[in-house]
């Protein structure tokens, strides 16, 4: 009897556990700007955010990403290391940058999309924003997770 009941609750018990993960796409154009600022998030929820390019700049010299930081970066800080960082995809691997990058994507060129994704685990603002040079000031936005 109580192997059944083991074995009822061992089928049971990975439904009851995944939740769902919350999906959001951005898309992001030639004119330097995300389809979206504002992303709400909950604490231990997982996040799937893709981000697509949907310009035709070729990629040298108009590529996306997006990059999520904690709460409490500093985009300006990361985003000036960032560009440093061109042999990398433009993601700063100094100390500081690594504790402040919580995911991102590859750059891409025109078409290409990526899914990023991340589990909050405490409630904040989220900064995130594309690190291509020159493009943070104009592509960033707040994940809220609540
Ligand atoms: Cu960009």
């Known amino acids: 009897m109580i192997k059944y009941l083991l074995l009822a609750l061992s089928l049971i018990a990975p439904l009851v556990a995944a939740t769902p993960p919350i999906k959001v796409e951005i898309t992001a154009n030639d004119q330097m700007r995300f389809s ?3 992303i709400e998030g909950k604490v231990g929820v997982p996040m799937e955010i893709t981000i697509k390019h949907i310009g035709k700049i070729p990629k040298a010299s108009m590529s996306h990403n997006l990059v999520i930081l ?4 500093l985009m ?3 985003s000036a290391k960032c560009i440093q ?3 990398n995809n433009y993601i ?3 100390a500081e940058s690594k504790a402040a990058i919580i995911a991102y994507s ?3 060129g025109p ?8 589990t909050p685990t405490e409630a904040g603002d989220y900064p995130y924003m594309c690190t291509f040079p020159g493009h943070f000031s104009e592509m960033n936005g707040t994940i809220t997770v609540k």
């Open 36 to 38: 979206t600022r504002k």
């Open 106 to 108: 590859p750059q891409l």
């Open 111 to 118: 078409g290409e999309s990526h899914v990023v994704k991340f």
């Open 76 to 78: 300006a800080m990361v």
């Open 70 to 73: 904690k709460p409490g970066s």
């Open 92 to 94: 700063a691997t100094d």
């Open 85 to 87: 960082a061109k042999d």
